[in-house]
Nanobody
Framework: QVQLVESGGGLAQAGGPLRLSCEAN????????MGWVRQAPGKERETVAR????????YYADSVKGRFTISRDNAKNTVYLQMSSLKPEDTGVYYC??????????WGQGTQVTVSS
């Protein structure tokens, strides 16, 4: 069982930065692929970034590539999402998620990100 707690959301200006953090409990954090999944208003959930358990492999959705950076610190049981050049369409609820194989097994409660133009 993994519990995930996000922080760092809020209101940001278009073009500005924002950093999200997700702290996990559990001694097996380092075993999980971690990701950030966005739920934009009126849209389906989208995995915007993903990082392998050892941090060597990352994935980004085309919509955020070049602007968002995912990283993790296994010693702190924490995964980060550094967002820059924010756009109004980045607005949504951002969920931290963890998985072992394919589907996301664990979810955080979500943190709201609102980007104003």
């Amino acid at each position: 069982q993994v519990q995930l707690v996000e922080s760092g959301g809020g209101l940001a200006q278009a073009g500005g930065p924002l950093r999200l953090s997700c702290e996990a409990n559990g001694r097996t954090f380092g075993s999980y692929t971690m990701g950030w999944v966005r739920q934009a208003p009126g849209k389906e959930r989208e995995t915007v970034a993903r990082i392998s358990w050892f941090g060597g492999n990352t994935y980004y959705a085309d919509s955020v590539k070049g602007r968002f950076t995912i990283s993790r610190d296994n010693a702190k049981n924490t995964v980060y999402l550094q967002m820059s050049s924010l756009k109004p369409e980045d607005t949504g609820v951002y969920y931290c998620a963890a998985r072992l194989v394919s589907d996301w097994n664990y979810w955080g409660q979500g943190t709201q990100v609102t980007v104003s133009s």
